[in-house]
């Protein structure tokens, strides 16, 4: 089992840089891929990023040269910066784990959401 929580997010204006966390326990951090997925009511959940246990990351063209993933082994947690935050990006954000792979199927492990909501 992974326990996964989020943290970070909240109102944001438009063109903010806020940062989300996640911790992650329960398994050996370095075998997991970890990742960001978003929800906006009535849609399905979206791929945001993820990185691999070797830090390499990889992104959504919605928010590539915007967001970065990163992650610290040495304290088990995840991060996404977010810069340029624009109206469409207004979702729960969550925090995801895979100990298999990269399908949205390997995601099984899940935080329990933050919302973050950019104003204009």
């Known amino acids: 089992q992974v326990q996964l929580v989020e943290s970070g997010g909240g109102l944001v204006q438009l063109g903010g840089s806020p940062r989300l966390s996640c911790a992650a326990s329960?398994?050996?951090?370095?075998?997991?891929?970890m990742a960001w997925f978003r929800q906006i009511p009535g849609k399905e959940r979206e791929f945001v990023a993820g990185?691999?246990?070797?830090?390499?990351?990889s992104y959504a063209e919605s928010v590539k040269g915007r967001f970065i993933i990163s992650r610290d082994s040495t304290k088990n947690m995840v991060y996404l910066q977010m810069n340029g935050l624009r109206p469409e990006d207004t979702a729960v954000y969550y925090c995801?784990?895979?100990?298999?792979?990269?399908?949205?199927?390997?995601?099984?492990?899940w935080g329990q959401g933050t919302q973050v909501t950019v104003s204009s």
């Open positions: 995801a784990a895979s100990a298999d792979g990269w399908n949205l199927d390997d995601f099984i492990y």
């Open positions: 329960g398994r050996p951090f370095r075998s997991l891929v």
């Open positions: 990185i691999s246990w070797s830090e390499v990351p």
